[in-house]
Structure formats: structure tokens, C-alpha cells
């Protein structure tokens, strides 16, 4: 069973940054949070993961805060291409059994 | 890389009807997922297989439902007989544990059975 709670629904203008609730409030210390994104009629896709720190790549920014029980997936710059599905995902450090939720469909708006 | 590859993309059968979905993961990867997408239910992991061995097939919904991983570039996922309700979308996805959860997923089977 999901781990997590996300919004259903979230809209953010193009161009600006868009933030990405999760809770996980019972993760164990052993646990990653994952971040999977779904285009309509494709496969996901993964954005990033992270145990503790902050994590940042190409496609996204992760913040964990310290207590473990949340985070926020932010996309710095939303495109009309980052409408998705985004699904957050906790999972132990092999991270080879995920369970998806329901997810947050963010629709960017032009 | 080709990704992972699935076949076939769309699939329309009768009920009773015996389908088979296959799926070739990438090269070098260890790990194989098979998931089901419904609109009712969402992602749902079926099985995974890890050095073509099943791991946890505990999501495969009912005895009606088989996989195989008979080397490590091919997969099946059998349904005999079939049902109306196991109308969804079947991914496939593969991964190894450099990756530390990075799974790489197929475009998917449509499958509808009438």
C-alpha cells in the first residue's frame, strides 16, 4: 500500500516554479523518497530520489525536511511539457518494490 | 539503448481467450517489474523478478494470471482465460540495483478484452 499523501490536483502558471507536496509520515530510516512523474499514455518516468539531503539534477529539486516525515518535488521553471502525473513514493533502500498512490496531476497553465 | 521494449502495443480479445504480453528489458538490467494501470485502482505492481528468478508475485490478482522470465531479455505475462475486467494498461519496467530505484518503463500494452 502507498506510503504517501499528495494533493490530487495541483495547477501552476508556465514559467514559474511549481512545488510538489508529499507526506510520509511513518517513513522507516531506511526508506528513499522517490518521485515518478506520468505523462498522459506513456510509461512513468523517474525525476529523483533522496534519503536525507536535498537532491537536485537536470530535471528537478528534492527537499527533504529533517524530521524525514515530508517533501517537495520542485520543477524551478514549469513547462507546458511538465503536465503529469507525479507520484511520490517511499521505499526501502533497494527501492525495487514501489507502490504509486494516486499521485498529484499538475496541469501547467500558459 | 532501445529502452525497454514491449509487445504486443495494443491488444483486443474475446473473453476466454488466452493473452499473452511480452516484454524485453534493457540490457544489463537485473531487475523486472510487470504493472497493471486501471482508472479504478491506479499503478499496481503485479510481479518482479530479479535475475529472471520471481521475487514477490503477491499483486498478481488471481490464478488466472502467469509470468515467466525464462532468460534474462524476455518476459511474459500470460492471462488464460480472460476476463472484461482485466482491461487496463500492462507496463513493463526494468532496473538494477546500481540504480538505486531507477526504473525504466516500457510504452505499455493496451489491453481490452470484450
Known amino acids: 500500500d502507498a506510503k504517501t499523501t499528495q494533493p490530487t490536483s495541483m495547477d501552476c502558471a508556465e514559467g514559474r516554479a511549481a512545488n510538489l507536496p508529499c507526506n510520509h509520515s511513518t517513513i522507516s530510516g531506511n526508506e528513499y523518497v522517490y518521485w515518478y512523474r506520468q505523462i498522459h499514455s506513456q510509461g512513468p518516468q523517474y525525476i529523483i530520489h533522496g534519503l536525507k539531503n536535498n537532491e537536485t539534477n537536470e530535471m528537478a529539486s528534492l527537499i527533504i525536511t529533517e524530521d524525514r516525515k515530508s517533501s517537495t518535488l520542485i520543477l524551478p521553471h514549469a513547462t507546458l511539457r511538465d503536465t503529469a502525473v507525479y507520484y511520490c513514493i517511499v521505499s526501502p533502500t533497494t527501492g525495487n518494490q514501489f507502490y504509486f498512490g494516486t499521485g498529484t496531476s499538475l496541469t501547467v497553465i500558459p | ?114
Open chain 2, 1 to 114: 539503448d532501445a529502452g525497454v521494449i514491449q509487445s504486443p502495443r495494443h491488444e483486443v480479445t474475446e473473453m476466454g481467450q488466452e493473452v499473452t504480453l511480452r516484454c524485453k528489458p534493457i540490457s544489463g538490467h537485473d531487475y523486472l517489474f510487470w504493472y497493471r494501470q486501471t482508472m479504478m485502482r491506479g499503478l499496481e505492481l503485479l510481479i518482479y523478478f530479479n535475475n529472471n528468478v520471481p521475487i514477490d508475485d503477491s499483486g498478481m490478482p488471481e490464478d488466472r494470471f502467469s509470468a515467466k522470465m525464462p532468460n534474462a531479455s524476455f518476459s511474459t505475462l500470460k492471462i488464460q482465460p480472460s476476463e472484461p475486467r482485466d482491461s487496463a494498461v500492462y507496463f513493463c519496467a526494468s532496473s538494477t540495483l546500481a540504480l538505486r530505484g531507477e526504473q525504466y518503463f516500457g510504452p505499455g500494452t493496451r489491453l481490452t478484452v470484450t
